[in-house]
């Protein structure tokens, strides 16, 4: 005989979840359907997010490059300390050589009080301060425990100032690491959206750089304008001759720049000593503020926080190392938000 039994039904939590599956793929289904793929970048939008990226890189450049310059004064601030109290712990031994001959002396004679011979391994401050030794010694010995005095006190305030000086040095080195690693970064990250870019996109944009290259050697007259000064005429002069050189962050030539590398070596080219930084560089001489009132080879500041320093070449132009993947250029003062001059 045929069984008649009822086919089991699902139970009402299966349902539920079977239920609850087939929705969640639908929506999948239906978000995957209407998202846009996403756009690439196209090649202006490549170059803009470039140039702002060169642009903080060469920010971070100048902190760099402002720690570096701490960093080598520090050493050299150390190094001059060290050398002193160097030279200071000499002149102690001999001052204490010097006392102990005549202790010596006077002590076979049976003329020196003991505690004399005593404080020649102990600390003269504890005798000086007691009227009871003094009156044991002659002027001689008291005049010559003065100088030991003196002396351990200008080595123990050296130490200290060596000390400080050398702590300031290590954070200093981690700032100047720290501002490295920024660089670096901004310039990996350039880096990385220009390899994004297709064979032609790449040619069309050095092509760009190249006419840019190609303007600044071919600049218009620049006019007859005279140097501010006989110096930032030879400074002018020696930035010239370095037109076409790469721009690389923390160089300061001879044979590639960044901005206050090239400036800095330009007017040391002319024998004058300017600070290494952009920030530096505009407190180093008169400020001008009218661009009507430059002169060729007076430093122009530019931005708001002072992050780049080109030359004034007249006639409206700058000489500068403008950023990553550029060269020493000329190019137009109006190009970037001007600050004022600096006239050295």
């Known amino acids: 005989m045929a069984s008649h039994r009822r086919p089991k039904q699902p139970s009402r939590a299966r349902v539920t979840v079977l239920t609850t599956a087939a929705a969640a793929a639908v929506a999948i289904s239906a978000q995957a359907a209407n998202a846009a793929p996403s756009a690439k970048p196209s090649k202006d939008e490549v170059k803009s997010k470039v140039d702002e990226l060169y642009e903080q890189a060469e920010q971070a450049t100048e902190k760099y490059n402002g720690a570096k310059e701490k960093q080598e004064k520090l050493q050299k601030e150390i190094s001059t300390i060290q050398d002193n109290v160097a030279r200071g712990q000499q002149e102690l031994n001999k001052l204490r050589d010097g006392l102990g001959s005549m202790a010596a002396g006077q002590y076979r004679t049976g003329g020196i009080d003991p505690s004399l011979q005593l404080f020649l391994s102990s600390d003269p401050d504890d005798y000086l301060d007691k009227a009871s030794t003094l009156d044991q010694l002659s002027g001689q010995q008291v005049e010559a425990l003065k100088k030991i005095q003196d002396k351990q006190r200008e080595l123990a305030q050296e130490r200290s100032e060596a000390s400080s000086k050398l702590k300031d040095l290590a954070a200093t080195r981690t700032e100047l690491g720290n501002k490295k690693k920024e660089v670096q970064g901004k310039l990996a990250e350039a880096q990385r959206l220009l390899n994004s870019l297709t064979a032609a996109e790449k040619a069309a944009l050095a092509a760009e750089q190249e006419r840019a290259s190609r303007a600044s050697a071919d600049r218009v007259q620049l006019g007859n ?8 005429g030879a400074a002018f002069s020696a930035a010239q001759s370095k037109i076409g050189s790469p721009y690389v962050y923390g160089a300061t030539g001879p044979s590639s720049f960044d901005c206050s590398g090239l400036t800095s070596w330009a007017y040391a080219q002319a024998g004058v000593g300017i600070p290494r930084t952009s920030q530096a560089q505009a407190n180093a001489g008169t400020r001008i503020y009218s661009q009507s009132q430059l002169q060729v080879g007076d430093l122009v500041i530019f931005y708001g926080d ?10 409206g132009q700058v000489l500068h190392a403008p950023r990553t993947g550029t060269v020493v250029r000329y190019e137009s003062i109006n190009n970037m938000p001007f600050q004022f001059g600096v006239r050295i």
Request: glycine residues 16%; without cysteine; aromatic residues 6%.
């Open 225 to 232: 304008s005279a140097p501010a000064s006989g110096r930032a």
């Open 306 to 315: 002072l992050h780049h320093v080109g030359l004034y070449a007249g006639n």
